[in-house]
């Protein structure tokens, strides 16, 4: 039996063929994404269609609605005409959702367990309405608010910091966070991620209501105006909430980065140790931090770290001019021509971790202290096909082999001394990374033969990279995730998922 099941868009609906397809990724379906919907052919026997149905009810966005379907009614789907622009909280599951938020259901802030608010018990849903709106109230003032359930406990503020949860699917705070509405609606659907942006120079998380009582929450704020809320450690707070038995099967957030078509989940165990092949392989760690290096992946469960990274451990100027024989003159020119960023780099501290003190190096050099981050937004903001071509070198010693970022920042300044933009010299920064996954993949080569590439860390953050990545390497495997979060979010994400 096939059926042929037809679902309308109330948007553009770039994303949500994607969607659909992770939704029935264990069943015998085929999504087909047209310029005005979705058409998904359902194969099996009538039992496996119907639970086919009933997952895709479960986790069908608002902002789909049933434009046609043919052989059987769909016996489990709940309905599903609402348009987006009428209803627009993010929520768990959206039947629920619809239900807790809709005045005229039955189900309207009715939750089942037990909550308090600021010691109070909440007694019926008018109690517990009234006690929410008290609680933006306070929000509104300047309060912080505890929020405590079984599982985790954070503050809430209306104060701006590095995690927002988002009451709202409304475009202009979407676009203020850099979130198209295609990938919110997705991302509202998908097990309640973080989202991982790179939001004016800086890495944020993003977040959604995560189970019924947030839900309510978020609705009650959006009503009253307020479109993001921050989430911050559990300490000192005005007003404590706390719940239990309203989680249910609630599934825990997980941390995704979202660009275009490009999702990377992190995953702490994808990690050259603990990859899952028999192929020859090469695992890129191209986190900013000690991890960085390329590993050799000969036989299952078998990595060795073959190349590494070296820079300067201290002033950069100073170093040139003791490293290269044409050093010193170009730290010389250097410091004529920009006197506010030599000086800037004089102050610089090392960190002992080569490609965290490069990018902390660059962003001096082009006038910030934002590190990786800045130079990675740089790098988005160029609109340029290609730039220039920088010494990203594997360099041979008594220690090994390693890429060398000594000759690579020296080339950074005789560019910069010519004229070259630094969003320009940012983009080739990435640009050139992948041409060290290249090179890197070439030598191996010499060694052993290479099926397969694995690639992790905060690079894959740089929408230019992964650009370059998928346009420059071709006939191979290439895996990705993320195994680390950048590391002013790691510990926001630990206590609020």
């Given at each position: 039996?096939?059926?042929?099941?037809?679902?309308?868009?109330?948007?553009?609906?770039?994303?949500?063929?994607?969607?659909?397809?992770?939704?029935?990724?264990?069943?015998?379906?085929?999504?087909?994404?047209?310029?005005?919907?979705?058409?998904?052919?359902?194969?099996?026997?009538?039992?496996?269609?119907?639970?086919?149905?009933?997952?895709?009810?479960?986790?069908?966005?608002?902002?789909?609605?049933?434009?046609?379907?043919?052989?059987?009614?769909?016996?489990?789907?709940?309905?599903?005409?609402?348009?987006?622009?009428?209803?627009?909280?993010?929520?768990?599951?959206?039947?629920?959702?619809?239900?807790?938020?809709?005045?005229?259901?039955?189900?309207?802030?009715?939750?089942?367990?037990?909550?308090?608010?600021?010691?109070?018990?909440?007694?019926?849903?008018?109690?517990?309405?009234?006690?929410?709106?008290?609680?933006?109230?306070?929000?509104?003032?300047?309060?912080?608010?505890?929020?405590?359930?079984?599982?985790?406990?954070?503050?809430?503020?209306?104060?701006?910091?590095?995690?927002?949860?988002?009451?709202?699917?409304?475009?202009?705070?979407?676009?203020?966070?850099?979130?198209?509405?295609?990938?919110?609606?997705?991302?509202?659907?998908?097990?309640?991620?973080?989202?991982?942006?790179?939001?004016?120079?800086?890495?944020?998380?993003?977040?959604?209501?995560?189970?019924?009582?947030?839900?309510?929450?978020?609705?009650?704020?959006?009503?009253?105006?307020?479109?993001?809320?921050?989430?911050?450690?559990?300490?000192?707070?005005?007003?404590?909430?706390?719940?239990?038995?309203?989680?249910?099967?609630?599934?825990?957030?997980?941390?995704?980065?979202?660009?275009?078509?490009?999702?990377?989940?992190?995953?702490?165990?994808?990690?050259?140790?603990?990859?899952?092949?028999?192929?020859?392989?090469?695992f890129f760690d191209m986190n900013i931090g000690e991890d960085f290096g390329v590993y050799a992946i000969k036989e299952k469960g078998v990595s060795k770290k073959i190349v590494g990274a070296s820079y300067f451990s201290k002033d950069p100027l100073v170093s040139i001019g003791a490293e290269f024989d044409f050093g010193a003159k170009l730290a010389q020119n250097f410091e004529n021509s920009f006197a506010a960023?030599?000086?800037?780099?004089?102050?610089?501290?090392?960190?002992?971790?080569?490609?965290?003190?490069?990018?902390?190096?660059?962003?001096?050099?082009?006038?910030?202290?934002?590190?990786?981050?800045?130079?990675?937004?740089?790098?988005?903001?160029?609109?340029?096909?290609?730039?220039?071509?920088?010494?990203?070198?594997?360099?041979?010693?008594?220690?090994?082999?390693?890429?060398?970022?000594?000759?690579?920042?020296?080339?950074?300044?005789?560019?910069?001394?010519?004229?070259?933009?630094?969003?320009?010299?940012?983009?080739?920064?990435?640009?050139?990374?992948?041409?060290?996954?290249?090179?890197?993949?070439?030598?191996?080569?010499?060694?052993?033969?290479?099926?397969?590439?694995?690639?992790?860390?905060?690079?894959?953050?740089?929408?230019?990279?992964?650009?370059?990545?998928?346009?420059?390497?071709?006939?191979?495997?290439?895996?990705?995730?993320?195994?680390?979060?950048?590391?002013?979010?790691?510990?926001l994400y630990e206590f609020a998922r």
């Amino acid at each position: 039996m096939v059926i042929k099941y037809k679902l309308a868009l109330n948007g553009e609906g770039e994303e949500y063929a994607y969607l659909i397809s992770q939704i029935l990724q264990n069943t015998n379906s085929n999504v087909i994404k047209t310029d005005e919907e979705i058409i998904i052919f359902m194969e099996g026997n009538e039992e496996e269609i119907k639970a086919s149905f009933a997952l895709l009810g479960e986790k069908l966005p608002l902002s789909l609605c049933l434009a046609g379907q043919s052989v059987e009614e769909a016996a489990f789907m709940p309905p599903n005409r609402q348009p987006l622009r009428e209803v627009s909280y993010l929520a768990m599951y959206p039947h629920l959702a619809r239900e807790l938020i809709d005045e005229g259901s039955e189900r309207y802030f009715d939750v089942d367990g037990s909550i308090e608010v600021d010691g109070e018990k909440v007694a019926n849903k008018e109690d517990l309405k009234t006690a929410l709106q008290t609680v933006v109230q306070k929000l509104q003032e300047g309060k912080k608010v505890l929020l405590q359930n079984e599982t985790n406990s954070f503050v809430l503020s209306t104060m701006p910091g590095d995690a927002v949860m988002l009451t709202n699917l409304r475009e202009p705070i979407l676009a203020a966070f850099g979130v198209s509405n295609d990938e919110a609606l997705t991302l509202s659907t998908m097990e309640r991620p973080f989202v991982v942006k790179l939001d004016k120079q800086s890495f944020k998380l993003l977040c959604f209501a995560n189970d019924p009582l947030q839900l309510l929450l978020a609705k009650v704020a959006t009503d009253a105006l307020v479109d993001a809320l921050y989430i911050y450690a559990a300490n000192d707070a005005d007003i404590i909430v706390r719940y239990s038995g309203v989680k249910g099967d609630t599934p825990s957030r997980q941390a995704l980065f979202f660009s275009g078509n490009d999702r990377f989940f992190v995953s702490e165990e994808f990690a050259p140790i603990s990859v899952d092949t028999d192929k020859g392989a090469l695992f890129f760690d191209m986190n900013i931090g000690e991890d960085f290096g390329v590993y050799a992946i000969k036989e299952k469960g078998v990595s060795k770290k073959i190349v590494g990274a070296s820079y300067f451990s201290k002033d950069p100027l100073v170093s040139i001019g003791a490293e290269f024989d044409f050093g010193a003159k170009l730290a010389q020119n250097f410091e004529n021509s920009f006197a506010a960023e030599a000086s800037a780099l004089k102050g610089f501290t090392s960190s002992n971790e080569p490609i965290k003190d490069f990018f902390a190096t660059l962003s001096l050099l082009f006038g910030s202290n934002g590190g990786f981050a800045y130079v990675a937004a740089l790098a988005n903001d160029a609109e340029i096909a290609g730039g220039v071509k920088l010494d990203f070198v594997l360099q041979k010693s008594d220690e090994g082999v390693a890429l060398d970022l000594k000759k690579c920042f020296a080339s950074i300044l005789s560019y910069k001394l010519a004229g070259v933009e630094n969003n320009i010299l940012a983009y080739s920064v990435f640009e050139s990374a992948v041409d060290f996954l290249i090179v890197s993949q070439d030598e191996a080569k010499k060694s052993f033969e290479i099926k397969q590439l694995f690639v992790s860390g905060e690079f894959l953050l740089s929408s230019v990279f992964v650009s370059k990545l998928k346009s420059k390497i071709k006939n191979i495997d290439i895996d990705m995730a993320l195994n680390s979060l950048p590391s002013n979010l790691q510990g926001l994400y630990e206590f609020a998922r």
